[in-house]
Nanobody
Framework: QRQLVESGGGLVQPGGSLRLSCVAS????????VGWFRQAPGKEREGVLC????????YYLDSVKDRFTISRDNAKNTVYLQMNSLTSEDTFVYSC?????????????????WGPGTQVTVSS
């Protein structure tokens, strides 16, 4: 059974950093496209960025291109989201998602496996 579990969320001050982890079980992340999404209460999920099987990164939000990055540790079967220079506008539930594909997608419907999400709150 394919599963994803996120961790690393929490409360951080504006300007701070967080690293979220997405640990996979039941499959190897190196063979999947893995994306990070975020969602506010009552709103639809929005794609943030994704890492392809090849390691190429697709960014889906201009607002994070210079602040967020995604990486993968195949030995730990984990994908990370490094978030720097956080602002209150980055306050969301962040979820990782995976799909066995060479390509990524900004569409949540593309991904078949999801983690439960982790809350990130940026506030002073």
């Amino acid at each position: 059974q394919r599963q994803l579990v996120e961790s690393g969320g929490g409360l951080v001050q504006p300007g701070g950093s967080l690293r979220l982890s997405c640990v996979a079980s039941g499959f190897s992340v190196e063979n999947y496209a893995v994306g990070w999404f975020r969602q506010a209460p009552g709103k639809e999920r929005e794609g943030v960025l994704c890492i392809r099987q090849s390691g190429i990164i697709n960014y889906y939000l201009d607002s994070v291109k210079d602040r967020f990055t995604i990486s993968r540790d195949n030995a730990k079967n984990t994908v990370y989201l490094q978030m720097n220079s956080l602002t209150s506008e980055d306050t969301f539930v962040y979820s990782c998602a995976a799909e066995r594909s060479y390509l990524c997608s900004a569409s949540a419907g593309f991904y078949g496996t999801w983690g439960p999400g982790t809350q990130v709150t940026v506030s002073s």
